[in-house]
């Protein structure tokens, strides 16, 4: 499934937007924190109705929970039916299904039916690939992301294509690894969808069979599941200019993703992170679930967890991004706090992690700071830059006959040097796809995929690049008309 990085990769998307957005100031506004012990409904109410109106979000799912209770869920705005969007609304959460696919395989690690520091090779026939060192690839490593796969040596593209997860797994046979294996965190989808088809040879059920029957099943996740087969969400939306633009997702998977394939709503997330703070029904043992947060010797990132320093106070956090939902979720080990925010909506600004670090706020007695519209500050900057470019293009258009009959003369290196500025932007315009996927960290990004959450960003390239193109071509027109009149 082609989806945009989550967690500390999909938010360095922004560097590219930020690089051509110097009007960008922070505009925060302040609300009144509970004064210690639990929050109250109506604190946690109060502040997200303040970040729904300051972000312009079309549609969000919010759950808060404290040790073995769930504090507050709840939903606000619409999906793009029309519908009231609550606590029982699905929502794909894209890569925070990465939490579930390791607690999958950490089930069967307790029944002694896979081994995390055995190589892969040796509990999932089909597992090949044209490297080697993927033979000492071991289960911990794909749930670290420190397997040595990535975006960059392997067909991420061929292996999307795959019709099941064996499919996907076979894809992997002509790719080769980055790093050696255990050297080198890299975060890489194939990870998740190797360890989710290993569940699948394991156990001898479909992944999202098994997630339901040892997963949701036993937390009473009633509304989740793999993939949209069973619920299928509202189609979500994509940012253009300020107007919220209901989209199809990019593509369903046939697959039961492991990577990003889980669809929930913020009730059954509720019991999802009781358990994951120890509290209320365990699938695991406490030293497998200590094993899933526990970080690796190369980063701070444990099994679907990630560990995170918000404010002096340490989390484990995952974000997930997908073409038209946005999803996040934390639990504060210290305090027994568990958090998610989901959307209904992607962009170039991830609103829903600021979101989530006002809750953090507020659960610890702390002034939460609501968002201040960043990601309208970007995109009001970058439809200016499109205006800009397609005005200086007219007025180069009209200008260009004039422009060559005062360079009539001019050596050829003088008029190339005044024709190549119009011209910058078009090879940006056709390097974006590799500028895009080198700030995120060698991700894939395609040109489909740009044209949803990055829609603004290619537009407002594609002008500037129309424009500079137009005008140069217009421009070498005259000089060569000139030059045959004489």
């Known amino acids: 499934m082609k989806r945009k990085p989550s967690g500390w990769a999909g938010r360095t998307c922004l560097a590219v937007s930020l690089a051509l957005s110097p009007l960008l100031l922070s505009s925060v506004t302040t609300l009144a924190a509970p004064a210690g012990g639990e929050p109250p409904v109506s604190a946690i109410d109060s502040y997200l109705v303040q970040a729904m109106d300051s972000t312009a979000l079309p549609g969000m799912s919010v759950v808060v929970t404290h040790q073995g209770e769930v504090v507050y869920a709840g939903g606000y705005g619409h999906d793009s039916a029309g519908e009231p969007v609550t606590a029982h609304t699905p929502m794909r959460v894209a890569s925070v299904s990465k939490s579930f696919t390791a607690m999958a395989v950490m089930t069967l690690v307790d029944d002694g039916r896979i081994s995390l520091d055995e190589p892969v090779a040796r509990q999932l026939p089909g597992f090949r690939m044209a490297d080697s060192r993927s033979g000492r690839i071991t289960v911990r490593q794909l749930l670290n992301q420190t397997s040595g796969l990535s975006d960059a040596t392997i067909d991420i593209r061929e292996a999307e294509s795959a019709s099941s997860l064996a499919g996907y797994v076979a894809s992997l046979d002509t790719g080769t690894l980055a790093a050696e294996p255990g050297t080198r965190w890299a975060y890489c989808n194939a990870n998740y969808e190797v360890a989710a088809r290993l569940v699948e040879v394991a156990s001898g059920a479909r992944f999202g069979d098994y997630l339901r029957q040892r997963v949701f099943g036993p937390l009473g996740m009633s509304d989740s599941t793999v993939g949209d087969r069973v619920v299928r969400p509202a189609r979500g ?27 929930t709503t913020a009730t059954d997330v509720g019991k999802w992170l009781i358990s994951q703070t120890g509290n209320g029904p365990q699938l695991v043992t406490p030293r497998s679930l200590n094993t899933m947060h526990a970080s690796s010797q190369v980063r701070d990132y444990g099994m679907g967890w990630g560990r995170e320093t918000m404010d002096g106070t340490s989390l484990l956090v995952h974000s997930g991004n997908l073409f038209t939902y946005t999803a996040v979720e934390a639990i504060v080990p210290g305090t027994g706090y568990g958090f998610a925010v989901m959307t209904n909506s992607a962009s170039l600004y991830d609103d829903a992690y600021e979101i989530l670090a006002g809750l953090v706020a507020i659960s610890q007695g702390r002034t939460p700071t609501v968002p201040g519209g960043w990601r309208q500050r970007i995109e009001l900057t970058l439809g200016l830059v499109a205006f800009v470019a397609a005005m200086l293009g007219g007025l180069g258009v009209v200008r260009s006959r004039r422009w060559a009959n005062r360079r009539t003369g001019s050596p050829a290196w003088r008029i190339g040097l005044r024709l190549a500025p119009g011209l910058l932007p078009l090879p940006l315009f056709a390097g974006c796809p590799t ?26 390239v594609a002008v500037a690049a129309a424009a500079g193109t137009v005008t140069t071509v217009l421009r070498l027109l005259g000089l060569r008309s000139i030059a045959s009149t004489r």
């Open 237 to 263: 939306f994509n940012s253009l200019f300020g107007v919220w633009v209901a989209r199809p997702e990019l593509r369903d998977v046939p697959y039961g993703s492991g990577a990003g394939g889980v669809v």
């Open 435 to 460: 500028l895009i996927s080198f700030l995120m960290n060698g991700r894939t990004v395609t040109w489909e995929q740009l044209t949803y959450f990055a829609a603004p960003l290619t537009f407002a």
